[in-house]
């Protein structure tokens, strides 16, 4: 009996995750009710079933299968089931793998990579503080310093903007929050070797690299 | 000191150790392309390094990596490789390559009376001529020179150059000619180049190179024509907002960082102190309408004659920057979205300029075969932008590439099986091939379709703030000599256009440069547009919310 409860769970938690990643946004909001209607509030059920659709939807994203579009349906799809779970999931917030801010910089209208990131990274579990574009130096470092921040993440499109990564970066140093937060850059004109110019820490050319390289900082210098 | 021999070039140079092949030739005066003015992204400045001993040189990462097989013969990229030693340096010549571009030079136009800015009066009592400008008297040649009065009209393209010579007198064009902007070979797209011309060394190096250009030009003309460059009185500058302010050696900084403003706003004169004409003539600006709605389409709204047309018209100019005006019965407004230069072909694998051997027709036929043409008749070795959207739509058509612009392996495919045969495999990934060596890939189509959407959005922003429905637009002017070579059904069946546009394509060719003609000979023309531009409703998109929204929507075919 307790077999088959736990046979229709992961069943049930295919069925959401598969929706999620088929862009199926009304099949993911009814999956998630008949969750909720069951009484299967387990954090374990709720939390996972989502995470694994967009941690899916990311890495055929990734692979080129999916484009901006298909990738933010998927988020949809995701964003409806989350709501007909919160009422149930509260205070049991999953502990996240850690907190990252992340803004395009200041001149820097543009915004969807950035937010294609923030999304990628969300999903794979971390706490994720989007500031928005045009973003001061001074108002990155207020969030880091606010948010006690493992990473910041800094987005540019443009050349002509490229270069207030920099200044991030040297007054994250003056306010003396540059040795607990590492800084990851990217975005079209940045370069590995733009990155190590301006005393970043990393460079990433993808929203899955983001992921990776969250990973391996949490490894070696989380807590 | 290491030195540096560039074999192509016959040319040896002396440099400090540790600059960069690229700053090295630009600092002797030869030109390895650079599009992305060396920040490592573009991968066009690779040159091929001969017999280089170990230590003489280093290479720094850059975005852009090179094939392995190129980097086993020699090749690196000229941006990111620094010097230390002697070195024999093999980068093209590119003063051969670009002479065979493809530019038009006729555009759409309107009647008007010849009452220029500038006059000519023989005195005959003194013997002399007077100059006047604006009524007044600016100066004197000796005997009657009446008959000798000419204006040049320039359109500043970001690639290409084209100045028509005018008489004054009579309004005739004498000639006219095409060249590459210079600049391009620098960097090649607006924002790039406002970058580099922000740099004081990089404004001087921009400024020199169009300068030059232009009195090479203009030298050329009167050659051509018999004339004299010194009855040469004014001069009209017809571009986009950047390119003004790089021809009139301004530094354009502004114009790259939010809120993006213009230092120039157009709309007066400059003495034409740099120029080889008239010692007395000056330089009009066409008025701007926006920081990236620039004097070549005030020329063009001119041309068109858009805020006297009944009925509601868009006219757009696809480039870089897609630069669009909807007139509705008088009532204007106009937007700018970034396209990015993959219609240029920048970021496209085999992306190239319109010369020869860019395939700039693709066609399927009723039986699956495609039917293509190649710029000089010659092998194809790239695609050009005509040649790119028509690829993209036809495949679109026929089912190679899916709605979401996925390539469509050819077992899940029901395109025909000729089309199925071209679906080959590069480096593990799929790709599309168009002719013997030129292939598109899987990046290439999202390129062309976040360039796409970016139009296509700025046509929806731009209906629905003049509450406009798709369906009630009665006709659409595609100016600029690129659009001049694409097709109506290219651009409908990839949804750069909504379907409702289907039949109400025109293509207007270079009204920048045909409206610059008009600013030149009718000076009442220039206070009428001054006055307008300030009516013309300025729709700015990044700072729309919706934006994002439509512009995602607009990203599938």
């Known amino acids: ?223 | 000191m290491p030195e540096l021999f560039f074999q192509e070039q016959d040319q040896r140079v002396s440099v400090e150790a540790g600059v960069t092949i690229l700053q090295a030739a630009r600092d002797a005066g030869i030109i390895i392309e650079s599009p992305c003015d060396g920040v490592g992204t573009c991968g066009k400045c690779q040159v091929q390094l001969k017999d280089a001993a170990p230590g003489s040189w280093k290479c720094e990462e850059a975005h852009y990596q090179l094939p392995a097989e190129l980097q086993e013969q020699g090749y690196v990229l000229a941006c990111h490789t620094k010097v230390y030693g002697d070195l024999i340096v093999v980068a093209p010549n590119t003063a051969k390559q670009n002479k065979t571009l493809k530019i038009l030079s006729e555009g759409e136009s309107f009647q008007y009376e010849i009452k220029p800015w500038f006059q000519k009066v023989y005195a005959a009592p003194k013997g002399k001529t007077f100059v006047l400008a604006g009524g007044k008297k600016v100066g004197e040649e000796e005997g009657d020179t009446t008959k000798q009065f000419y204006g040049l009209a320039i359109d500043i393209g970001t690639t290409t150059l084209v100045t028509a010579l005018i008489d004054m007198n009579t309004g005739e064009e004498i000639d006219s000619l095409s060249a590459l902007n210079p600049q391009s070979l620098h960097a090649q797209d607006v924002i790039t180049r406002i970058h580099m011309a922000s740099k004081p060394e990089g404004l001087v190096l921009l400024y020199g190179a169009i300068r030059d250009e232009f009195n090479h030009t203009i030298q050329e003309l009167c050659k051509r024509n018999s004339i004299e460059s010194r009855y040469i009185y004014e001069v009209i500058y017809s571009g986009n907002t950047t390119m003004i302010h790089l021809a009139c050696n301004v530094n354009p900084e502004p114009l790259g960082q939010f809120p993006y403003t213009a230092v120039i706003r157009g709309g007066n004169t400059v003495p034409a102190d740099d120029l080889e004409i008239s010692p007395y003539g000056d330089i009009y600006l066409p008025p701007i309408i926006s920081a990236y709605v620039g004097p070549d389409i005030t020329s063009g709204v001119l041309a068109a004659q858009l805020e006297k047309k009944k009925g509601t018209t868009l006219f757009i100019d696809i480039g870089t920057n897609g630069e669009m005006i909807l007139a509705q019965d008088g009532k204007l407004a106009g937007t700018s979205t970034a396209a990015g230069p993959a219609f240029e072909g920048m970021n496209i694998t085999c992306g190239m300029r319109a010369g020869n051997g860019a395939l700039e027709l693709y066609q399927i036929q009723p039986d699956g075969t495609p039917k293509t043409h190649v710029i000089g008749d010659v092998k194809a070795s790239g695609i050009c932008g005509s040649g790119l959207l028509d690829i993209i739509g036809e495949l679109v058509r026929v089912g190679v590439i899916g709605k979401s612009g996925r390539l469509v392996k050819p077992d899940k495919g029901k395109y025909p099986d000729v089309l199925k045969a071209q679906m080959k495999e590069k480096d593990g990934k799929p790709v599309f091939y168009v002719a013997e060596e030129v292939y598109i890939t899987q990046s290439d189509i999202r390129q062309v379709q976040l360039a796409k959407g970016a139009i296509r959005a700025g046509v929806e922003m731009l209906m629905s703030a003049l509450g406009v429905e798709a369906e009630h637009v009665d006709c659409v002017e595609i100016a600029g000599s690129f659009g001049y070579h694409l097709r109506e059904s290219s651009l409908i069946d990839q949804g750069m256009l909504p379907e409702a546009f289907r039949g109400k394509v025109k293509f207007v060719g270079n009204t920048s440069k045909s409206g610059a003609k008009a600013f030149l000979l009718n000076q009442e023309v220039r206070t009428y547009m001054e006055n307008l531009v300030d009516e013309i409703k300025d729709v700015e998109l990044s700072q729309d919310p919706k934006f994002q929204d439509v512009f995602v929507k607009a990203l599938t075919f």
């Open chain 1, 1 to 223: 009996m307790a077999d088959a409860v736990a046979e229709a769970k992961e069943e049930i938690r295919r069925r959401l995750a598969d929706a999620i990643r088929d862009m199926e946004v009304e099949t993911a909001a009814d999956t998630a009710r008949v969750i909720t209607t069951a009484g299967w509030f387990e954090m374990e059920l709720l939390e996972t079933a989502v995470a694994a659709g967009m941690s899916e939807a990311s890495r055929l994203y990734e692979e080129g299968e999916y484009f901006i579009p298909e990738l933010l349906s998927c988020a949809d799809a995701a964003e409806e089931a989350t709501k007909i779970f919160r009422p149930y999931m509260m205070g049991q917030r999953p502990e996240p793998k850690g907190c990252v801010v992340i803004g395009s910089v200041a001149g820097d209208t543009h915004d969807i990579g950035k937010n294609i990131v923030a999304l990628v990274v969300e999903a794979a579990g971390y706490d994720v503080f989007d500031i928005g574009r045009d973003v001061s130096a001074e108002r990155f470092v207020d969030a880091v310093i606010e948010k006690q921040a493992d990473a910041l993440a800094l987005a540019s499109l443009m050349t002509t903007s490229m270069n207030h990564m920099a200044d991030v970066i040297q007054l994250m140093e003056r306010r003396g929050c540059r040795q607990s937060c590492r800084v990851i850059v990217g975005g079209k004109p940045i370069s590995p070797s733009f990155a190590q110019k301006i005393g970043a820490d990393y460079y990433s050319a993808s929203a899955g690299d983001t992921v990776r390289i969250l990973d391996e900082i949490m490894k070696t210098h989380g807590n």
